[in-house]
């Protein structure tokens, strides 16, 4: 073994109160750290498999147009203008070709229209009010994993057949409907159908559950009494769903349709998701850095206990970046220590937490073991115990022995 | 042939007023001279010792050892040169507490890094046995007698074979038994083992056995 490192693994043994002290410091420090930003990573998951169960990454719509004055040549006058939404219709043109349009792009997964109808549930003279979602049920499923929440009948045989319907458990139990009963319903338009149920989903979203249903599109189109073509939304996935935002504007210049990524879609949540990473990130960080002031301390008190050595190591040959070395790699190796122990916590802490029942539409805690957290985690800590290392390592090899040997 | 000259060297200290501490110094040591350097409290001996050591860079003058100008090197070329030539030895002894007698005295070899371990260690022990400490080899440092400690303290300035060795009162703190042991030691490095020894002292018996005394006052030689 080298000389520094053997100097300083014999500080580190023979002191071993301040060893473990300042390595229990990390190790809280580590392992609140990592447990926090995999709790987040945790709950930024839920919060968009949650999102993405009824949104698309993008959705493709014909957004209202305001009407435009007509004078808008420079230097001619002025005239009082009062601009409208002009009163044409929210389908889009040519669906199949913009659909395969959009296919076209790489980041683009899956593209599927929708048609969503306003209509009533009816039983007997009770009305209830709902959504019918008009899908072609594989794709949609591919989209939004419908299968997942189905409990009871099977969505597959929605596939084709216009007669059947998919309706939230809550819905069900209004209407105590079962699988192949039949159900009446009626639009906006006043158009009535009577449909199968084919399957029954239960999202544990109780609004969704109690007002939702997925038809099929022709089924849709009929209730409104539209044509074939009549399409309101086109829903697109992407590869990265963190990448809707970019491809959202390519597919604007692509198709001439508005695209709003799903972020867009969900501003005022995504603000509250920013809320809670920034006061995570930022309590998660402090502790780390409290962890390194206790390095700093520690550190800086044994080149006070040890300033005789110091200065008789000097005189004897040892160079400043040699002093350095020694009492650098004593802040590495109880940086090691604690971000390997620390790491081993978090692990223990995120087995522990993983199991908690929570309930609602979440189950169980939100939390995984998130590799990333627990290297970029074991990063920021070796780096943060470098430098509460470093400054101390550095003062100790300012050390001149002449004023210690005076003394 | 000469281990150390002094051309005109001279030092100021600025706080807390300016005053000269040594003035226009200039002397040689031969190789194998033992030298006593005395002189009344305040007179500069110390102040010129670390100079003569090159751990005091501040300073007017120029200073040679073995042969070479050594006035204006680096400091990593200075510790690099005394950890090959020159060994010291302090009134306190400056063990580091922790660490065997054994493992102290090779610190210095470890860190020329000229030898292998093991070549080290059993050079370490014939150190020790020439300090007559053979038993004491694997205690801590902390767990010695003042003269043992003050022993392996020059055994550890004797495990590189350097040129020189500089003592700042070196026998300061023993009584006289062990100040005979010491001096036994160093007459016999320098008459037999060609070293040379510059020590600072204020045991005139001491200096009186040493081959030749440089008394200081006021900052200078007389
Ligand atoms: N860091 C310093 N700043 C200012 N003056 C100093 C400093 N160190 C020493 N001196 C002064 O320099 C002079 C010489 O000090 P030095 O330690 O060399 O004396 P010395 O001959 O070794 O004395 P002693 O025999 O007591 O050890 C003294 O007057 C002392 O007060
Ligand atoms: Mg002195």
Redesign the interface.
Same mark, same amino acid.
């Given at each position: 073994m080298n @000389?520094n490192a #053997? @100097?300083a693994s =014999?500080?580190l043994f =023979?002191n071993k109160k301040l060893t473990l002290v300042a390595v229990m410091g990390v190790l809280l420090g580590m392992s609140i750290y990592i447990f926090m930003n995999s709790m987040l990573v945790g709950f930024d998951r839920t919060s968009s498999e949650s999102i993405f169960k009824s949104t698309a990454h993008i959705r493709v719509y014909k957004d209202d147009i305001l009407s435009k004055p007509l004078h808008q040549t420079e230097g001619s006058t002025s005239v009082i203008i009062n601009p409208k939404v002009v009163p044409a219709s929210n389908t889009i043109i040519n669906p199949n070709e913009v659909v395969s349009l959009i296919k076209k792009n790489p980041d683009v997964t899956i593209v599927t229209p929708q048609v969503s109808a306003t209509i009533f549930y009816n039983v007997g003279k009770t009305q209830i009010a709902g959504m019918a979602i008009g899908v072609i049920p594989s794709e949609a499923d591919m989209m939004f994993n419908i299968k997942s929440t189905i409990v009871e009948g099977d969505f597959d045989k929605m596939q084709g057949n216009t007669n059947a319907i998919a309706i939230g458990s809550g819905v069900a139990e209004k209407l105590s409907l079962k699988i192949n009963d039949n159900i009446n319903i009626t639009s906006s338009k006043g158009v009535n159908r009577n449909l199968k149920v084919a399957a029954i989903f239960k999202t544990n979203n109780s609004v969704i559950d109690k007002s939702k249903s997925y038809i099929n599109i022709t089924t849709a189109q009929q209730l409104l009494q539209e044509n074939n073509t009549y399409v309101t939304d086109i829903n697109v996935n992407v590869r990265d769903p963190e990448k809707a935002a970019k491809v959202a504007p390519v597919l604007t210049n692509l198709t001439g349709y508005k695209s709003e990524g799903w972020k867009e879609a969900n501003e005022s949540l995504m603000a509250a998701f920013r809320m809670r990473k920034i006061v995570i990130t930022f309590v998660s960080y402090t502790i780390l850095i409290v962890a390194g002031f206790g390095i700093y301390n520690i550190l800086n008190m044994t080149v006070s206990q040890k300033i005789? #050595?110091i %200065? @008789?190591? !000097? %005189?004897?040959?040892? !160079?400043?970046h #040699?002093v350095i070395r020694i009492f650098l790699t004593q802040a590495l190796s109880i940086g090691v220590m604690g971000v390997v122990s620390g790491m081993i916590m978090a692990a223990i802490l995120v087995t522990l937490l993983k199991r908690v029942y929570i309930g609602g539409d979440i189950g169980f805690f939100p939390i995984d073991y998130e590799l990333s957290k627990f290297i970029q985690g074991a990063i920021v800590g070796m780096v943060i115990t470098f430098f509460a290392g470093y400054l101390p390592a550095r003062k100790a090899a300012q050390v001149d022995?002449?004023s210690i040997?005076?003394k | 042939m000469n281990i150390l000259e002094t051309k005109n060297i001279s030092k100021y200290f600025h706080d807390p007023v300016e005053f000269q501490v040594l003035k226009n110094i200039s002397f040689t040591v031969g190789k194998g001279e033992f030298l006593s350097m005395i002189g009344k409290s305040g007179s500069g001996k110390s102040t010129l010792l670390y100079i003569l050591s090159t751990m005091d860079t501040e300073y007017q003058g120029q200073l040679m050892i073995d042969g070479q100008i050594v006035t204006g090197q680096s400091n990593d070329q200075l510790a690099a040169m005394r950890n090959q030539k020159i060994g010291f030895v302090f009134q306190f002894h400056y063990l580091l507490p922790e660490f065997s007698c054994l493992k102290n005295i090779m610190i210095p070899a470890l860190k020329l890094g000229k030898y292998s371990t093991k070549e080290i260690e059993s050079k370490a022990y014939d150190k020790l046995k020439l300090l007559g400490l053979e038993d004491q080899a694997l205690k801590p440092a902390s767990k010695l007698s003042g003269g043992q400690q003050q022993r392996v303290a020059i055994a550890r300035a004797l495990i590189n074979d350097p040129l020189m060795i500089m003592c700042d009162e070196p026998t300061g703190n023993l009584d006289s038994k062990n100040t005979a042991i010491v001096f036994d030691i160093f007459k016999e490095l320098t008459s037999q083992l060609g070293q040379t020894i510059i020590a600072v002292t204020h045991d005139d018996e001491f200096a009186k056995n040493s081959d030749r005394i440089i008394e200081m006052k006021d900052g200078e030689i007389v």
């Open positions: @000389i #053997d @100097i =014999t500080y =023979t005789n #050595d %200065a @008789i190591l !000097k %005189a004897m040959g040892f !160079k400043g #040699d022995p002449v040997f005076r | -």
